[in-house]
């Protein structure tokens, strides 16, 4: 099968000095074999890769007419908006594929979580996906300032005056980001350079994503190796197709958000330009750094944890625990491979696991969930529990479960499995 | 097991949604307004033009004293149907200065098509003089810049008390007004029933100038509205038909793996 096209001369050509379509068919082709079991939750790496393809495309265009100045830039994206051909659709598509992008790694991560996808042989493939969530973190971030509105602005602040809390140096830092003394003209220059700099940072260690998956292979539901070729099937076209049934439904989703809810992930004061002089009453980050925004805001001096950390408030402030433990929140995923001592892979056969994971879930949204809310009251000792809990679970839950849980008895392979269930 | 996953994510979905909509809205403003109908909600919707046009005369005889719509230019009016003429003469009612010329000074001409709306005042600190140090937002994106922002403006328009409730105390030159956050604004109310004579004889009550205004406004904030929505359910019909395709692709592919 995988000769039939390297009959036609101009292919033939071509490959016998570059041999880009062996390649292509090694790559996704049908001389790339994939575990035959797949489910649909192996679909959100794909989607992730055609939402990086339609931000780069958008963001191409719009940077054509936006205009990276203190004084122009809020009003060229109104021009965009409403002067531009199209600029309405193609700014709401970059606006909403940030939420998009979020939502499908977001999964993506969950899914590698569940499965032990993280697990031996493919502990660096996990490692470069956490750096690609972090640079992904670092674009949305300075994207969302370019608008210039009162949340761009006022998100900006917030964000980079974190890094005043590092010791000595925290201020020339902040200074340095900031490119003067405060977020202004400087600080959207830079800014618009490196959100433009970003995705192809993003491209580069996605090539080298791939290359790690390409190596041991895709994991599977039952997170078992793949045993022989029965275990398997040709990428395309049999995942190929599955993909793009996959894009079909999830555009159609983003699609409706884009045409019909365009502003539904937005905040309504980044329609008014950014003014240094007014501060909004509750600055909130995107929906998607929530869950990290709670747990910054957790550590106040009285938090037990920060007590701790800090040896009673003596090593370091209670801002600075608090951006080390938002940074840690994502940092400690590299640890994951090591902390979970656990063989088996798939929570499909850890009844404790399992469960474990779920709560780990809810409490992320639930996190997410007090990051949108004003740091008083209830909040504040709710949001302390949640992320008391976050950090409990990376650092003791899943160590001593994977210690004590007496896994479910696994398949012997892919094929008996599947046979087994009756298929 | 599938069940609980879906569900799950389910549940997530609508909780993040959530989060991101309502979250800060409920700390920021102070009473929720009353939801309204608009006749441009909905997936078909569209800006009402007999309104729209009555909203224009709204803005042009009450607010446009105070406040600018700075990002509307006068030849967006002609997607909503004004004709090229109106356009023009409503434009040359205007003065904008232009320059230099060729002796190198400034001139006053009539505004154009082409020129955004006149602003009332020159500059931010003009406006604030004339307006008790308060300065009269822009109002091009005010229904967008607001949480339920058409709601919410047409609350605001009809939400004043003539005297403040007992107990709170007004600075001077400042209205009470139940859904301004804060509840003292600096705008007097600006309308009232009358306070228009609509060019087409509908009659001017106080909630239909609010309405009427609120029409217009959204309209300046989301021109696009009405093409986004008209080329929103091609797509969505385009990619229903598509991806239904790629389902039965994927069946017949995948026909001899089950």
Redesign the interface.
């Known amino acids: 099968m995988a000769f039939k096209f390297f009959e036609n001369p101009v292919v033939k050509w071509v490959e016998y000095r570059m041999p880009v379509f062996s390649f292509l068919d090694h790559s996704l082709g049908s001389s790339y074999p994939t575990p035959?079991n797949l489910n649909y939750?192996w679909n959100f790496g794909s989607l992730a890769g055609m939402i990086l393809v339609i931000m780069i495309v958008s963001g191409i265009v719009l940077a054509m007419n936006y205009t990276p100045h203190v004084d122009y830039a809020f009003?060229s994206v109104?021009r965009i908006?409403?002067d531009v051909n199209y600029g309405?659709?193609i700014r709401?598509i970059h606006m909403n594929g940030g939420s998009a992008f979020f939502?499908c790694v977001y999964?993506h991560l969950f899914r590698g979580m569940y499965f032990g996808s993280y697990k031996e042989p493919r502990e660096l493939l996990w490692i470069i996906g956490v750096f690609i969530l972090l640079a992904m973190m670092a674009t949305a971030f300075m994207g969302y300032v370019l608008p210039w509105g009162q949340m761009s602005f006022w998100g900006a602040t917030v964000i980079t005056n974190l890094f005043s809390a590092i010791p000595f140096v925290g201020d020339s830092i902040v200074t340095l980001l900031w490119g003067g003394f405060s977020v202004d003209n400087p600080t959207l220059n830079r800014f618009f350079s490196l959100h433009y700099l970003m995705p192809f940072v993003i491209v580069g260690l996605v090539v080298f994503h791939i290359w790690a998956l390409h190596m041991h292979r895709s994991n599977n539901p039952l997170g078992i190796d793949v045993k022989g070729p029965e275990d398997m099937?040709p990428f395309h076209?049999?995942y190929t197709?599955?993909d793009?049934?996959g894009m079909?439904?999830f555009?159609?989703i983003f699609?409706?958000f884009?045409?019909?809810a365009?502003?539904?992930?937005g905040?309504?004061?980044n329609?008014?330009k950014a003014n240094p002089l007014v501060t909004?009453?509750?600055i909130?980050p995107?929906?998607y750094f929530?869950p990290y925004y709670a747990i910054l805001r957790a550590f106040t001096t009285d938090f037990f944890l920060y007590q701790i950390v800090s040896l009673g408030g003596f090593l370091m402030s209670a801002k600075l625990a608090g951006v080390l433990a938002m940074f840690a929140s994502i940092l400690l995923f590299l640890l994951l491979p090591w902390l979970d001592r656990s063989k088996v892979r798939s929570n499909?056969f850890r009844p404790i696991n399992f469960w474990f994971f779920?709560i780990f879930?809810?409490d992320c949204?639930f996190l997410?969930?007090i990051?949108?809310?004003?740091a008083e009251g209830s909040f504040i000792i709710m949001g302390q529990i949640a992320t008391t809990y976050y950090f409990a679970h990376i650092i003791l839950i899943i160590p001593i479960v994977s210690i004590l849980e007496r896994p479910k008895p696994i398949p012997e392979s892919i094929s008996s499995a599947v046979t087994a269930a009756g298929? | 097991m599938k069940k609980v996953i879906l569900s799950a994510f389910a549940a997530a979905t609508i909780a993040l949604g959530n989060v991101a909509v309502t979250g800060p809205a409920e700390a920021a403003s102070g009473v929720k307004p009353p939801a309204q109908e608009w006749s441009w909600t909905g997936p078909f919707g569209t800006f009402d033009r007999a309104s729209l046009r009555r909203g224009l005369q709204v803005y042009s005889e009450v607010c446009s004293g105070c406040h600018s719509l700075n990002l509307v230019a006068y030849r967006a009016l002609g997607e909503v149907g004004f004709s090229e003429d109106e356009i023009k003469a409503f434009a040359a009612e205007f003065e904008v200065t232009d320059g230099p010329d060729e002796e190198g000074e400034m001139f006053e001409r009539e505004a154009r098509p082409a020129d955004m709306f006149v602003s009332p005042f020159a500059n931010d600190n003009a406006a604030r003089a004339s307006n008790n140090g308060a300065l009269p937002p822009d109002l091009s994106l005010m229904t967008k810049a607001r949480f339920n922002g058409p709601d919410y403006v047409h609350a605001l328009l009809t939400g004043y008390e003539e005297e403040a409730p007992e107990g709170v105390m007004l600075m001077d030159g400042m209205s009470y007004n139940h859904y301004f956050a804060g509840n003292q604004i600096a705008m007097a109310p600006p309308i009232d029933d009358d306070s228009v004579e609509y060019a087409d004889g509908t009659e001017a009550s106080k909630d239909q100038i609010a309405r009427d205004v609120v029409t217009f406004m959204a309209w300046a904030a989301e021109p696009e509205l009405e093409e986004r929505k008209r080329l929103g359910l091609k797509t969505m019909i385009f990619l229903l038909v598509l991806t239904g395709l790629l389902y039965a692709l994927k069946r017949k592919i995948w026909s001899d793996q089950h």
């Open positions: 035959k939750w009003e109104e908006m409403r309405w659709l709401y939502i999964i099937i076209p049999y197709v599955k793009l049934f079909g439904v555009m159609l699609m409706f884009v045409f019909y365009p502003n539904f992930f905040e309504p004061d329609y008014i909004p009453p509750h909130v995107e929906w929530l499909r779920w879930f809810l949204l997410g969930y990051g949108g809310k004003p298929h």
